[in-house]
C-alpha cells in the first residue's frame, strides 16, 4: 500500500471512499514523512512493543507503526473508517482495528489478554477534543504501559510540562509528573496535516515510571487536594481544600499541616511542587 504520509495517497484515499472530515471527531490527518518517522522514533517502537493506537484515521500512522512494533492494536470511533482501514492496512498481519469509542474501553483487560510477553506503549495523532480525559485516565488507571507518546496541542503540552508558580501549571502538569518523565519530541506545525488545525501541534512523550518516585500515603487524598486547589486557583490553599466536599480537615488541621511543612499559611495551591503537595497529603494524612 502506498505511504500515506505523502499527501497525493491521502488525497486519493480520501476521495476513492467520498470521505467527509467529521469535525466533531478531530479529524486531521498527518501528511509530513519526517513526522511519522518523528514519532516512532521518539516512541522507540521496537518488535518487542505492542502498541494501542487511539484515533487511526485512515491507517496513516497505523502503517508506521505496523512496520516497526510487534502487534498494532487501532481503536477507530469512526465507522466510515472502517473500510478505509481494511484497503490502507491489508498488507498487515500485525494489526487489528476495532470500531471504539476508546473512553469506553476497556484497555486494561485487552492488553491482559493480548500482549503476551511484548510491552505495552501508547502511540497517537489524538483528537484534541479528548486529550485530557484519554491522558489522565490512561494514566489513572495504572494501566502496565511503557510509555505514551502523543500529538497533542502544543499548548497541552506546554501545560503538562509547567513548573510550579506559571499560568500552564495545573493539575495535568502535576498528574504528569507524578506518573511519568515527559519530554517534547518535536513540534508540528498546521501544514503538516489535512485538513489544517488552527494551532500548533508537538509530540509528547511520557515515559511512565516503573515504580512511585514520590512516597505518597494516600493517593487519592493526594490528587483531591490537587484537584481543590486548582479549581479555585486564585484562593490561598487553606480556603480552597477546606471548600472542597472530598476533604475532610478543619481550617486548623491544614494550617498546621502547613507549618510542620514550613510552608505560609496563605500559600496558594499554584504554588506548591508535586513532592511539596505530597509532604503536606502525608501529614494531613496523620490526622
Ligand atoms: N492517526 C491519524 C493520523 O495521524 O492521520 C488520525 C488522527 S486524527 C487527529 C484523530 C482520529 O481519532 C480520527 O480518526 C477520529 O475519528 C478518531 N477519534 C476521535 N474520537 C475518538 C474516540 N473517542 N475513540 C477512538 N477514536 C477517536
Known amino acids: 500500500m502506498a505511504d500515506l504520509g505523502n499527501p497525493t495517497n491521502t488525497i486519493a484515499i480520501l476521495n476513492k471512499y467520498n470521505f467527509v472530515f467529521r469535525k466533531k471527531f478531530g479529524q486531521n490527518f498527518l501528511i509530513d514523512t519526517h513526522v511519522l518517522d518523528k514519532i516512532i522514533r521518539a516512541a522507540e517502537i521496537t518488535r518487542d512493543d505492542f502498541v494501542i493506537e487511539i484515533g487511526p484515521g485512515i491507517g496513516t500512522l497505523t502503517q508506521y507503526l505496523c512496520e516497526n512494533a510487534g502487534q498494532v492494536l487501532a481503536v477507530e470511533i469512526d465507522r466510515m473508517l472502517i473500510p478505509v482501514l481494511s484497503e490502507t492496512l491489508s498488507a498487515y498481519d500485525n494489526v487489528t482495528v476495532i470500531n471504539e469509542d476508546v473512553m469506553k474501553l476497556d484497555l486494561g483487560d485487552i492488553i491482559e489478554q493480548q500482549r503476551g510477553e511484548m510491552k505495552v506503549k501508547v502511540v497517537a495523532n489524538l483528537p484534541y477534543y479528548i486529550t485530557t480525559p484519554v491522558i489522565m485516565s490512561l494514566l489513572e488507571k495504572k494501566l502496565p504501559?511503557?510509555?505514551?507518546?502523543?500529538?497533542?496541542?502544543?499548548?497541552?503540552?506546554?501545560?503538562?510540562?509547567a513548573q510550579p508558580g506559571t499560568g500552564d501549571y495545573g493539575a495535568l502538569s502535576l498528574a504528569v509528573k507524578y506518573y511519568s518523565e515527559p519530554y517534547v519530541a518535536a513540534y508540528v506545525p498546521p501544514n503538516c496535516f489535512m485538513p489544517r488545525p488552527k494551532v500548533g501541534s508537538a509530540v509528547i512523550r511520557l515515559k511512565l515510571h516503573e515504580r512511585p518516585v514520590i512516597e505518597v500515603r494516600d493517593e487519592e487524598l493526594l490528587f483531591n487536594m490537587i484537584r481543590a486547589s486548582f479549581n479555585q486557583r486564585r484562593k490561598t490553599l487553606v480556603n480552597a481544600l477546606n471548600n472542597y466536599s472530598e476533604i475532610a480537615f478543619t481550617r486548623e488541621e491544614i494550617a498546621n499541616a502547613l507549618k510542620d511543612e514550613g510552608l505560609p499559611e496563605n500559600i496558594r495551591g499554584e504554588a506548591l511542587s508535586l513532592e511539596q503537595f505530597a509532604g503536606l497529603a502525608n501529614r494531613l494524612c496523620k490526622y
Not at 504501559?145 to 510540562?161: F, G, N, Y
Open 145 to 161: 504501559l511503557t510509555s505514551i507518546t502523543v500529538m497533542v496541542q502544543k499548548e497541552v503540552a506546554e501545560r503538562m510540562q
